[in-house]
């Protein structure tokens, strides 16, 4: 999600791209080989914007992928079974529970999510909870990252980039509530409010921060998608996104899902056999 491992800038199209958060601090992953990491990673987000084939935007138009209009058109069925997971929504967890670098930019329990997939790794005990929603993200090329993301009432993350340009976001509005002028993402210069059943596609290596101000619980499913790219970028990007996966920073987040995983229905097991018992 975050990561501030350099500090240079490149400009996109009139907007600026920084390799770093002012005011956020870096992760502490102070390892020789992943310090040659973060400068391979340096070098090639150059090469991502020079290479892009759909340009740099902070924010895209829509139109500029074809597949989302059928994302939008089945979001009743993702909506369906994110009702039945927000059942045990007290028991999700928060995001940095899961990728402890997280903890740079949310602390609180505001955050949680629902992961089905994330850089090539799987939960396969969420997908048997979201089938529908497992089929219908397939249809994203490219797809890395597809999770629920669950903003509680009064959550503010604040300003910060993401961690590779190699990718881009998209956030289908799932529930979205009222009032309007209390729920926002910043990407760059621009202030963009979700919609129930439309897509927002960002590029978020931009600066960007999204709060929600108002007394309800604001839920997007978030994809990551590999950007489109140009060769050579497209061979390097490709490279770098397959390696990511014996990280440390993708492992012990896998870690970290299994163990929740492991609790989660092993609570849900010991409802299911009070209430047969019973």
Known sequence: ????????????GGATQTFGTEGIAPMDRPSL?????????????KLNLN???????PVYDNATFPWVAEIEREWPLIRTELEKVLVRQADLPSFQDIST?????????????????GYGLTSEQNIKQCPETWRIVQKIPGLKTAMFSIFEPGKHLPA????????LRLHLGLIV???????AIRVDKQICHWEEGKALVFDDAYNHEAWNHTDKTRVVLFVDFVKPLRFPANLVNWLLLNI???TPFIREGLDNHKEWEKRFYAQAEALRNSKAAG
């Not at 999600?1 to 996109?12: C, F, L, P, V």
């Open 160 to 167: 910060h980039r993401g961690p590779y340009n190699g990718v």
């Open 1 to 12: 999600m975050k990561q501030e491992a350099h500090t240079s800038t490149a400009t996109a």
């Open 244 to 246: 990511a996966v014996f």
């Open 33 to 45: 080989v992943t310090r040659v990491l973060m400068g391979i990673v340096a070098w090639a987000e």
């Open 177 to 183: 509530p009222e009032p309007r002028d209390k729920l």
């Open 101 to 117: 670098d997280v903890k740079t930019i949310s602390k609180d329990t505001g955050w949680k999510t629902f992961f089905l997939a």
């Open 51 to 57: 290479y892009s084939k759909v340009g740099n935007p």
